[in-house]
């Protein structure tokens, strides 16, 4: 949040409500570091699967998906025993609108199961490869 080179008053305000029964939670960051997109195509996929980071299984509350300006899609799935089920997919990703996504109801991992996400970059406009980065001209 920025007001023109500081010349308008910050009129940011914050509403908060507490309650009792909250319990503590954690923010787990995941990413395909390694991801390698090769230049001039437009479609690109690169799926990262996400098992529990404990022995035992944890409960999602939702997700915050993150790409940059080639990413075009993305789909995240819970994959169990019963097969895959669908947590969000955004069909026209904007990197200019990123946020978090909270489920009606929380969704249980259980231990052996998994995560799957699914990101699709377009790297028509791009002469080299584009690899997983920080930077806006990088991707993740």
Known sequence: YYTAAGSGADRTRINMDFDDRATIGQVISTAATGMVLPPGRSEVE???????????????????PHMHTMGTSLQIEHV????????????RWDSNSQRFYLFDKPIY????????????????????????GDGTQDEM
Do not use: H
């Open 46 to 64: 690169v799926v990262q699967d996400v098992t529990p980071p404990q022995s035992v299984g944890f409960t999602l509350w939702g997700v915050l």
């Open 80 to 91: 169990g025993a019963a097969g895959a089920s669908c947590l969000t997919r955004i069909n």
């Open 109 to 132: 991992v259980d231990r052996g199961e998994l995560i799957r996400m699914r990101c699709r970059y377009d790297t028509t406009g791009e002469e080299k490869v584009v690899a997983w």
